[in-house]
């Protein structure tokens, strides 16, 4: 099992980082006393079904925070677990602009922040800073910079976690609002028309090899294969996790089915990893 502590100083940005790893599919707890972590961590191994999880610590717990430490060496001494600690930190200036900015009390005093205080809290975590293995330095960090830095860390170039979403649809429900790309499908001929085929959907091979077999949807289809891997880099770089991709025609039962089909699997083949959802495709079993 993988586990990420992530600690450091308030305001150094430990929120956004436990927001990158959940979007990684790690199981994320927040504001966990260290003493607590062991038994927790015992209760998912034996649900085998969470292999990695992150764990943000640091002063809001109190008098438990001296044991974290002590925690992080019980959890890197067991055969079963690879645990990495990441300690946030930055400039004393930038974290008083920042608690300024956002209104936000400090945790050690309840109250406005100082450079007092938050040199206060910085001697605190001399104990868990030194052991860590990541620090990263948040003090000129804009934008998706953490998510960048974190992807480097973790992943390498960002391409193996990047996943693509596709999900095919009809216009005549509406299109689906998590959509980043959505393509019309409805220039391409419709099997709909044809007696034999209107009752089957897109993923029958007869209705799949007549709406393939078209030049236009061929051409489509390298056309999108082509600007989705021109893309897939920026979205990276921009700190995204996924790309939602939305294929619709008229019913979402034919075109759209088909031609999803075939983009998710020309993606996998590149080694990307690849969802993909027919939304309404029972609609008509469903009385819509």
Not at 18 to 23: G, K, P, Q, V
Not at 27 to 53: G, Q, T
Not at 161 to 167: A, Y
């Amino acid at each position: 099992m993988k586990i990420v502590i992530i600690t450091g100083l308030s305001g150094a940005g430990k929120t956004s980082a436990a927001n990158w790893f959940e979007d990684q599919g790690y199981y994320c707890v927040d504001n966990m006393p260290p003493p607590l972590v062991p038994n927790f961590l015992s209760l998912v191994i034996a649900e085998e079904r969470i292999d990695r999880v992150a764990i943000v610590a640091d002063v809001r717990t109190g008098g438990f925070f001296d044991e974290l430490e002590e925690t992080v060496n019980e959890l890197r001494s067991a055969e079963t677990i690879d645990c990495k600690v990441v300690f946030l930190e930055a400039s004393t200036d930038s974290i008083v602009r920042r608690y300024n900015e956002t209104r936000r009390n400090h945790p050690l005093t309840g109250g406005k922040v100082s450079a007092k205080v938050i040199e206060d809290e910085r001697e605190m975590l001399l104990g868990i800073r030194k052991p860590a293995d990541y620090i990263i330095d948040t003090t000129g960090i804009r934008g998706n910079g953490l998510a960048n830095e974190l992807t480097r860390i973790f992943i390498g170039n960002g391409q193996e976690s990047f996943s693509i979403n596709i999900t095919s649809f009809g216009y005549k429900f509406g299109i689906p609002a998590e959509s980043d790309l959505v393509f019309d499908m409805r220039f391409i001929p419709n099997p709909y028309y044809v007696q034999s085929l209107r009752k089957l959907t897109g993923n029958n091979k007869k209705v799949r090899d007549y709406v393939l077999k078209a030049d236009i949807t061929k051409q489509f289809i390298r056309s999108v294969d082509a600007l989705v891997n021109e893309l897939i880099p920026g979205y990276i770089n921009e700190g995204k996790s996924h790309l939602n991709i939305a294929f619709g025609c008229t019913g979402g039962h034919h075109r759209s089915v088909a031609v999803a089909n075939e983009m998710a699997r020309i993606f996998s083949e590149q080694g990307n990893r690849v969802t993909v959802t027919h939304r309404d495709l029972d609609f008509i079993t469903k009385g819509r």
